[in-house]
């Protein structure tokens, strides 16, 4: 069974550039989640989405980051303008959608660094 | 404030030796999970503990999830240098469609 997708695995920009990030969740699986993880910390929820309705995305910056899931399926994280706080990894997650505690399975990430 | 505390932050540890890491909160937490992660790799789940005072073996990992259902800690017997990595103690705050709040994790080097 393939794996959670993500691209580009690594990007680097000048602040106040923009840029977007993708992901392909396991198939068949109807959350994802956008983590932001900070250099030395854990992932921070930054949104997430059940099927293309979101479920949480209180600690999305809006005024800079934005993130959708049109079909259900895969999905984009854009930040525009970009600051340097924001050189991190961003991690990509699915899980089954189902009541009680969920595995969520990890994409490798994409490292943004910015400039 | 961070919801879940990890303690060490840095454990650096001979072959073989035994160790303990731990996941303190004043928040109770309906389930907590714990993952690996490696240096370019996406976290992955290692055990998920839902009952006060449970506890779960995985080989030489022991987890252990509070009778208040506020902690955990993950015992590694006779480590190994594929043991290292960071691990992360995320918790849920309650059961169904809720975000998990993520520790800062315990860097553990195991050294050969």
């Known amino acids: 069974e393939a794996g959670v997708a993500q691209s580009p695995r690594y990007k680097i920009i000048e602040k106040r550039q923009s840029v977007a990030f993708w992901c392909n969740p396991i198939?068949?699986?109807?959350?994802l989640y956008w983590y932001q993880q900070i250099l030395g910390q854990g992932p921070k929820l930054l949104i997430q989405?059940?099927?293309?309705?979101?479920?949480?995305d209180s600690q999305l910056p809006k005024d800079r980051f934005s993130a959708e899931r049109l079909k259900g399926v895969d999905s984009t994280l854009k930040i525009q303008p970009a600051k340097l706080e924001d050189s991190a990894v961003y991690l990509c997650?699915?899980?089954?959608?189902?009541?009680?505690?969920?595995?969520?399975?990890f994409g490798p990430g994409t490292r943004l660094t910015v400039l | 404030t961070q919801l879940l505390e990890q303690s060490p932050q840095f454990l650096s540890i001979q072959e073989g030796e035994n160790l303990t890491v731990y996941c303190n909160s004043s928040s109770v937490f309906s389930s907590l999970q714990w993952y690996r992660q490696e240096p370019g790799e996406g976290p992955v789940l290692l055990v998920t503990?839902?009952?006060?005072?449970e506890v779960k073996k995985l080989k030489r990992l022991t987890f252990q999830f509070g009778d208040a259902r506020k902690d955990s800690s993950l015992h590694i017997t006779a480590a190994q240098p594929g043991d290292t990595g960071l691990y992360l103690c995320?918790?849920?705050?309650?059961?169904?469609?809720?975000?998990?709040?993520f520790g800062k994790g315990t860097r553990l080097s195991v050294i050969a």
């Open positions: 997650a699915s899980s089954l959608s189902a009541g009680g505690p969920r595995e969520q399975f």
């Open positions: 503990v839902v009952t006060g005072g």
């Open positions: 995320a918790g849920a705050r309650s059961s169904g469609n809720t975000p998990l709040v």
């Open positions: 198939s068949g699986h109807a959350t």
């Open positions: 989405f059940q099927n293309n309705g979101v479920v949480d």
